[in-house]
């Protein structure tokens, strides 16, 4: 929109925030999303350096599914911490345990803390050795959460843990590696999953 000479008074809003500067030793906290439902929550709380890509992995999801028109998702909000150390040492620095995390220190985070269909959330783990490209050996990805019976269409989340069990486990076949995928036991903590890293 443009202003004509004779429009005055305009109203502007300026983004002040500097773009190009490579992070400094922080600690963000970000909320994004789109459509007014509660479908879908994505959460990465330990993103930046502290558990690197994790942040973008969530983006990624969001971003794929704001414009896929997917039937009966209208909305999907996306919740990511971001912790940055120049010279490393972002994980010593800012990581926050899965089970220290709560609204009550993340004001954003309060923003979603209502019932969501859905909630992904992406962590990282250490599992032993590094790999060349592609998924590094030990790689373990774990589903569940702590949701039982049945969701709000009647269906039973045990089954719905299964069959995205297997869609994982087919998509990742295509690639060398074969990663376990692994259903959490529902009392699990994603402490104990991690082995208290994530």
């Not at 996306?78 to 972002?90: M, S, T």
């Not at 843990?161 to 295509?174: D, F, S, V």
Request: proline share 6%; with cysteine.
């Amino acid at each position: 929109m443009w202003a004509e000479p004779g429009d005055l008074p305009v109203q502007a809003l300026a983004n002040t925030q500097v773009v190009d500067l490579p992070p400094q030793d922080e600690f963000t906290e970000h909320l994004t999303g789109f459509g007014a439902s509660r479908d879908l929550a994505v959460i990465a709380p330990h993103g930046g350096l502290i558990e690197e890509h994790t942040n973008a992995q969530a983006d990624l999801v969001l971003s794929g599914l704001s414009g896929a028109r997917i039937k009966h998702l209208g909305g999907a909000k996306c919740w990511v911490c971001k912790g940055f150390r120049p010279g490393g040492g972002a994980a010593e620095r800012w990581h926050v345990t899965s089970t220290d995390i709560s609204e009550h220190s993340f004001p954003k985070l309060k923003a979603i803390m209502s019932a969501f269909t859905y909630a992904v959330s992406f962590h990282g783990f250490r599992s032993g050795g590094e790999g060349e490209g592609g998924i590094p050996p030990g790689t373990e990805v774990w589903i569940g959460g702590r949701a039982s019976g049945n969701n709000t269409k009647g269906k039973c989340r045990a089954e719905e843990l299964r069959l995205l069990q297997e869609l994982i486990q087919a998509a990742l076949r295509e690639t060398p590696d074969d990663p376990r995928v692994r259903i959490a036991p529902r009392a699990a903590t994603w402490e104990a999953v991690a082995r208290g890293t994530s």
